[in-house]
């Protein structure tokens, strides 16, 4: 078969890609080496702990807060196989639909490994050994990325797991150790300590989510310690071993040479994620990788083959889910005569703990090391009358400013609906609005979007409006 385009990967850059690609008239193809549609995101990843993480709050809820709304049940009861079985119905109508709409835009689904022979040849390896090649006039690479397990964290898939078995867990664990104070080590690390785990983090920084606002970790960690989870910062992790019943981890803290035992049910890795470019014969095609195993692109996600691209996880950048759809759609859009453009300063970036965490933009130390003069405004959800309404009083919403022009230049937000509440910020940055621009905006009352324009307010000069 000879197709247009053909990509390499069905997570949402892939398929998101194909679509687009086969909207604009080229005869599309998608390889996926897994039976199931989706990638990381919508099987292992994104989707999945999203299920979870809202049937922990339901639960957390229902044993915690009821009570303070005049709502009295028994003890609620945890069903796990159930709560693990509703998460995997998720994932298959999820996955499903994706198959609905390669059918719909007439796009072909080969399953199997695929690799290079050249730049414009692909075999595709099946599960049963079975081998097929196709051709492409152009070629996307999607294909995300695998969780980081040193061998010195003696991944077992057992005791030792990362988000991947995580997920599958079917009976509660009484203790938990979590590697990485990131996105993925506190999104589940707050699922399990919400069923009632205890859980244990330890993170070589001296703050959680090291990449994001100061002010967002400080919220998110006080947050967090309320649920019951304990921080070890600034420790590093030198051994970890794990048997048929526990795991056992040998950790140091990191400016000293004391060392401490440490022992749970589970230990879960969640240090970062690695480009998946294993075995795809790169180098029959003339692809290059960098010191970090990412493929080399240009500013279209061009590679060093002139006809193929690479985007998502496989490339530079944060490794998100949309960041992965804007670069698919960006390609197919390159490929068919169009000018595309990503920002990338203005994708957001989300996680789903509860409260949740949303920023977009510069954090304040990236313009501090950068000398770009600033303002700065915060409101707090405690001051917030429909935070209290719910009873979701913890976090705060910050706006970045610039000290001459009043250009937005950031905004974070810990609190409930963060993550749909960041969107303002995407859209008036896109327009490169000022924060007076998004105080002269009428926020509707009582809503939590009223703590953003607050913000605006501290960050223009000008005292609250609201309490």
Sequence with gaps: ?????AIIGSGPGGYVAAIRASQLGMKTAIIERYATLGGTCLNVGCIPSKALLDSSEHFHNAAQHFAEHGIKIPAPKLDMPQMVDRKAAVVDQTTQGIDYLMKKNKIDVLHGHGSFVDKNTISIKADDGSTQEITAKNVIIATGSKPITPESMGYDKNRVITSTEALQIRKLPKTMIIIGAGVIGLELGSVFARLGTQVEVIEYQDRILPGMDKDCSKEMARALKKLGIKFHLKHAVQTVKGSKTMAKLTVAKRDGEETIEMKADYCLIAIGRRPYTDN????????QVDDRGRIIVDDHLRTAADNIY???????GIMLAHKAEEEGMLVAEYLAGQKPHIDYNLIPNVVYTWPEVASVGKAEHELKEAGIPFKSGKFPYKALGRARASGDTDGMVKVLSHQDTDEILGMHIVGARAADMIMEGVALMEFRATAEDMVR???????YTEAIREAGLGATGNRMLHI
């Design 441 to 447: 905006m009428s926020h509707p009352h009582p809503t």
């Design 310 to 316: 690479a985007i998502g996880d496989v490339i530079r």
């Design 280 to 287: 795809l014969g790169l180098e029959n095609a003339g692809v």
């Design 1 to 5: 078969m000879t197709y247009d385009l």
